[in-house]
């Protein structure tokens, strides 16, 4: 979970922006290095999806993914 939230989680969320923002590009560092491509809809249909499977979830369920998720970055595909 840590090499997603360190490498992938990043990505998720500047592609989200870029659609967000309507940009043609999509930029993010991952260890320090700034990566660049184009935007993936189906990557931001993802991201909505998760997200509106973690706040659709019981409570308790929901504490015991954060607590899964401390610590590894994922936990920033929540925050918004």
């Known amino acids: 979970m840590a090499e997603i939230g ?13 659609f967000e923002t309507d940009s043609d590009v999509v930029r993010y560092k991952v260890d320090g290095v700034t990566c660049e491509q184009g935007p993936f809809a189906y990557q931001r249909k993802c991201l909505d999806w998760l997200r509106d499977l973690y706040h659709g979830m019981e409570t308790e369920d929901r504490r015991a993914l954060d ?4 610590g590894t970055g994922c936990a920033a595909l929540f925050s918004h």
């Not at 607590?67 to 401390?70: E, K, R, V, Y």
């Open 6 to 18: 360190r490498t992938y989680t990043p990505f998720m969320l500047a592609n989200h922006r870029a």
């Open 67 to 70: 607590d899964i998720l401390a």
